[in-house]
């Protein structure tokens, strides 16, 4: 959909954005479509090559133009690319943010018009996804290494971004302005004794965007082995703001559920929440959360393990949220 009456300069096209969530071998993963022109907002023929090359090196997650005529709301339109682009079918759908920074689009740079998308949050059961021709899936920490606290500190911490950072904020115009930098970094790093909040994901990304230590701010002595995976056009920005979200709501509603299969044992539930927030859970306390909230029941079936004891299987009771209004599955 282009709005604007005048020149180019004028014109608004709304797009829409798709961030597909599945656990899938407990890693968090995303669905990505491949980068072809008839899935770009602009094509290869038309846009930076930065964003779009000719050997698709760079990823993209599923996405639109919004069509008034043929969408009736902008949902169906976003679950018509989905299905489209990647032949999934999508359950739980939540709208995320609205993305509309200048130069977003590379065809801006050439005088075309802004572009603005509605960005979903979407999560689907892990049912054989792999197995699709036109869908992508790929382990979110690829793009976000330092999200990943399961097996303790990300050494790319130490090793890559604090002394970056360091440098960055020595490297200050002013002394107010080395303070500014020097507080934002520890609070969304965590340094000293501010604690680390895993929900802080598209902060973290901004800094180092602002930084000049991510591909996508366009600074050619970038490693972008060293700080994750870049994606095309600002689709690392709408990939960190849909893992910040996803972190923080299920602190407090039970959308945990949508990710797991009909029955599952209490282990299994606990690893997916562990790839979520990347960050390992105390077992007996995750249980007994789990248990005071009443979120499932046991089904009185047993599944079989190759290793360990046989292990109960749960469901999760949907009438609890009728009962209950905090219904997260980890502590704040």
């Known amino acids: 959909?282009?709005?604007?009456?005048?020149?180019?300069?004028?014109?608004?096209?709304?797009?829409?954005?798709?961030?597909?969530?599945?656990?899938?071998?407990?890693?968090?993963?995303?669905?990505?479509?491949?980068?072809?022109?008839?899935?770009?907002?602009?094509?290869?023929?038309?846009?930076?090559?930065?964003?779009?090359?000719?050997?698709?090196?760079?990823?993209?997650?599923?996405?639109?133009?919004?069509?008034?005529?043929?969408?009736?709301?902008?949902?169906?339109?976003?679950?018509?690319?989905?299905?489209?682009?990647?032949?999934?079918?999508?359950?739980?759908?939540?709208?995320?943010?609205?993305?509309?920074?200048?130069?977003?689009?590379?065809?801006?740079?050439?005088?075309?018009?802004?572009?603005?998308?509605?960005g979903y949050l979407a999560l689907v059961q892990d049912k054989n996804p792999t197995a699709r021709e036109e869908g992508l899936w790929r382990d979110w920490y690829r793009y976000f290494p330092w999200e990943d606290w399961r097996e303790g500190r990300p050494e790319i911490l130490d090793r890559d971004i604090l002394p970056a950072l360091k440098n960055w904020i020595e490297d200050a115009d002013s002394n107010s302005q080395k303070k500014e930098r020097k507080e934002r970094a520890a609070i969304t790093f965590g340094l000293g004794e501010t604690p680390w909040n895993d929900e802080l994901v598209l902060e973290r990304f901004e800094l180092l965007y602002e930084a000049a230590m991510v591909t996508e701010a366009q600074i050619d002595t970038v490693d972008s082995k060293k700080l994750g995976i870049p994606m095309a056009l600002d689709h690392r920005r709408i990939l960190a703001t849909a893992i910040g979200r996803l972190r923080g709501k299920i602190k407090y509603r039970p959308v945990v559920f949508e990710l797991m299969p009909p029955t599952f044992t209490l282990l299994q539930l606990q690893r997916v929440v562990e790839a979520l927030s990347g960050s390992r859970l105390h077992k007996q306390n995750f249980r007994r959360l789990i248990e005071k909230k009443g979120l499932v029941e046991a089904t009185g079936r047993i599944e079989t393990q190759i290793r360990g004891r046989p292990a109960a299987q749960f469901r999760f009771r949907r009438e609890v949220l009728i009962e209950r209004q905090a219904l997260g599955v980890r502590q704040n």
């Open 1 to 118: 959909m282009t709005l604007g009456t005048e020149d180019t300069r004028s014109q608004i096209t709304i797009g829409l954005n798709a961030v597909i969530v599945s656990v899938i071998d407990q890693q968090p993963n995303v669905l990505l479509v491949q980068n072809k022109e008839e899935t770009s907002s602009a094509s290869a023929s038309n846009a930076s090559d930065q964003f779009f090359p000719t050997d698709n090196q760079y990823d993209v997650l599923p996405f639109g133009p919004f069509y008034p005529a043929q969408h009736p709301t902008l949902e169906s339109g976003l679950r018509s690319w989905v299905g489209e682009q990647t032949n999934q079918e999508i359950g739980y759908v939540e709208q995320l943010y609205t993305f509309g920074n200048a130069g977003r689009d590379p065809r801006e740079q050439g005088g075309g018009p802004r572009v603005i998308s509605v």
